[in-house]
């Protein structure tokens, strides 16, 4: 065992490699031993890549900032070369990866060693990981509530302190929500900051990103330094940062003129736990010495949800059809959750202009919201509306009662008629995250920032969105609040590692 591993983040185990205190082996082992401890009892490991990782640790690695640190790749998206890539779906069981995709390639090149795949929900869709494929994935302070997600088996595994960071991806939240869940960092950098390729150009319609969740800022900052070079190709590539952003975090922001609200922009009542995480943090920048006024952008929540679901459902369908040309096998109903095969289903009855005119639909909420911040350096709201959910509540099992409610209602009315009639925004899962996706469509940087604990000790993460394209400002910030209440000496309850 390596006494001081579990409180110390990336960038100071890998000095501890450059300093010959520790090797990257010693790092790896250390990190397979708790993956087998804690890791696959939270179900927040589902694929062991142990002996590739030791290989690697053997070799000569990339004189990187993270150079023989351990992490997590989450299965999804992230494709290593020779490993599993099942995006938590039963029909992908047994797919591996022919390549390394891009982002794995720069982690690879910043000194960063894969020892195993994290859990997700089935291709990202709900906000909590408990799949047929692998069960439920626990969060380290309560076990019997959810680590949040799609990124929650990297959430669990870095609060757990199995990894310093681990990789995760963000199209509707799903690094901010296991970051407030386990009481982590979690950045959603700007749309085209960092490489979805060469496996797709965008992800959801170009609402989803790819970054990771962290215990501290710096880690944050300099994962993103190595990985957000553009990419040839790609569909979007925001203005390039004006110097490194681990610089950014030990700059002082300034006075900041920030906007708080607590409204939830699609629906649902806010948690009292929510609201004093929100209350705190206003009253902790305004002592900073911020401007903090109540305020925030105008959103139609019905229409956005409506079509933010018609848009999630296209992209479902068009998953299976991917995950059919992968296999070379014809999808069967019986292979996937009941919400990913209905949500498929809906998607393939909306046309071509039914998606189009979502799509526009959203484009111009965006429009709508881009001038509230001519005015407003920073929005924060929570990022939750609820603390960690209970398992069962958000999961598949959970969820289809209620999308069986929307499919006999739609069996009686026509399917199209009644999607465009239904108001998501009183649904489940909008009432949990009635924010974050908001900022997916955007495409503006977001980021949970674990400010808070609720009485019964959980989690509750707190939300700040910057101007597009400028994370230096989040980083600053972020850097001067975790300074000011420091999160890293908190962990949850010890597990046997």
Known sequence: MIAEYEDLDGLALAALVRAGEVSPLELVDEAIRRCEAV??????????????ARDLARGTLPEGPFR?????????????????????????????????SEIVRRYRAAGLIPVAKSAT??????????TLAHGPCKNPWDQSRSAGGSSGGSGAAVAARIVPLASGSDGGGSIRIPASCCGLFGLKPTRGRTP???????????????????RSVRDSAALLDATCPPEHGAAYYPPPPARAYL?????????LRIAVTTRPMLGGQVHPDCVAALTSAAALLQDLGHHVDEAAPEVDGPTFSRAFFAILCGEVAADIDEAARLTGRRPRASEFEFVTWTLSQIGRALGAADFVTAKRQLQQAALKIGPFFADYDVLVTPTLAQPPAPLGTLGPQGLSA??????????????????????????????????????????????????????????IGVHFVGRWGDEATLFRLAGELERARPWAGRRPPRLAA
Do not use: C
């Open 402 to 459: 209620s999308m069986m409610k929307l499919l006999g209602r739609a069996r009686a009315g026509g399917l199209l008629r009644h999607l465009m009639a239904h108001d998501p925004s009183a649904d489940q899962v909008y009432a949990y995250l009635p924010w974050t996706p908001v900022f997916n469509v955007t495409g503006q940087p977001a980021m949970s920032v674990p400010l808070h604990w609720s009485p019964e000790g959980l989690p």
């Open 247 to 255: 610089s950014e975090v030990s700059t002082p922001p300034g006075k």
């Open 196 to 214: 979805l390729g060469p496996e797709r150009a965008e992800g959801w319609q170009g609402f989803a990103a790819l970054h990771a969740l962290t």
């Open 68 to 100: 023989g640190v351990p992490t997590l790749l989450k299965d999804l998206v992230s494709g290593a070369e020779g490993a599993p890539l099942q995006s938590g779906s039963r029909f992908l069981r047994g797919h591996v990866s022919s390549a390394d």
């Open 121 to 130: 929900s089935e291709f990202g869709i709900v906000p909590t990981v408990e």
């Open 39 to 52: 890791g696959v009892p939270l179900g927040a490991v589902v694929a062991p890549m142990y002996e590739r």
